[in-house]
């Protein structure tokens, strides 16, 4: 009588590959780094969704923006543009400390990014408790909270992300070359992609 | 082109000068009123727009000094630039007779050419490795025909291909080839023109019909 036998998987000589076969990958560009910029692609375009609105409601239903007597709170904002903006260098300054095998630099840049982020995160959440409207006061409102509560959920993951690697930093993690300090360099271009893009909501919406 | 935003460092670059563009446009809001800064801001636009005009019209007639070393060996040497072309009857013909009678040193450049999106995201292992097989079927036909060549795979620019190469190796003269008018990319692009503008040194234009060598095969 014949048998069949069924290899175990363990059985199978190591050599064998499981699975599907290894991703296909430039050498130039690594597939993270890659992998972020197309997000931060996508997230622009959904940013730019949001500003079609606005500018819809102010241009050509040429909406007052915002109707009297209420008024967003500039120079609040200002001053918040200006701690995002230092978030960007302290951000930079921990990727050019790993960089430079200076690992408290590192962990000093972090943290201090995260506590500035996390500023100006909590002095937005104190400007829409003061602000005296709510979103459905009008399409204005909705537009406002809309893209400045967009804006504070990308700095939310941000955050989210920068705690993510300031623990690692501490547990030691990370490392002078490239490949070993991938998280830190991405958490910084997703950082400045959040900056930049609050450049461009605290310019459209509270300046002009 | 490269993506201007490959690293954390171009990333900060990039917030930097959109931090500094955008002061002046706050502090004109908040010195005058937010119409003066929407001309600001039209103004800035407008002048960047200008200075990015004016920039790509300095870039056209660049001219590249690369100092002729005189070996004086009587030795001919040429670059050859061409891509799909390569393994053309026409160019050939044109390497040979330059190579008769004295010696000559050959040296093949075939560009790495790449779609823009593949360029922008830095995947260029496929253009690579496509230019390479190009390369070695042309290294191999002259050398069976008793040429010694030596190749290399340049940058996607056909140009600065040529201009990369040209810095290395003191060539006399370049032979570009390219598929008929109609057909050929390259000069779409006007690549014999910008090269010409932009080296010293002679440039040949080879006209290699691949679909009319094939069929005088055929026939």
Sequence with gaps: MESASIAHPHDLPHEEHHGPPAAHHSSRVHPQVLGVLLFIV??????????TAMFFIRVVANTPFPPEPFEFPVTVAALNTAVLVSSSGTMHYALHSIKHNNRFGMQLGLVATFFLGLTFL????????????????????????????????HVFVGLTLLAI?????????????TEDHMGVE?????????????????LTVYIL | MINPLRSEQEA????????VLV?????????????????????????????????????RPRRVDLRRRDTGDGTARILVVANETLTGAALRREIEQRCQGKDAEIRVVTPALNTRLKTWASDEDGARSA?????????????????????????????????????????DEVIISTHPVGRSNWLERGVIERARERFEIPVTHVVVDLEREAGGAVT
């Design chain 1, 42 to 51: 996508s997230e622009a375009m959904l940013f730019g969704s949001f500003f």
């Design chain 1, 122 to 153: 909590c002095t937005q959440v104190n400007e829409y408790f003061k602000a005296g409207f709510a979103i459905h006061d009008g399409a204005w409102a909705s537009a406002f909270y809309g893209l400045t509560g967009l804006h504070g959920l």
């Design chain 1, 165 to 177: 690697m300031a623990t690692r930093a501490f547990r030691g993690h990370f490392g002078p070359k």
């Design chain 1, 186 to 202: 991405m958490a910084g271009i997703y950082w400045h992609f959040v900056d930049v893009m609050w450049i461009i909501v605290f």
């Design chain 2, 12 to 19: 900060f670059r990039f917030t930097l000068i959109v931090a």
């Design chain 2, 23 to 59: 002061a002046p446009i706050v502090l004109a809001a908040i010195i005058w009123d937010s119409g003066v800064a929407l001309g600001v801001a039209g103004g800035l636009v407008v002048g960047l727009l200008f200075a990015f005009l004016i920039r790509r019209e300095d870039r």
């Design chain 2, 131 to 171: 230019a390479a097989e190009r390369l070695e079927k042309i290294l191999s036909t002259l050398e069976r025909d008793g040429l010694s060549a030596e190749g290399e795979i340049g940058d996607g620019d056909p140009v600065q291909a040529m201009e990369d190469e040209l810095r290395k190796f003191p060539a």
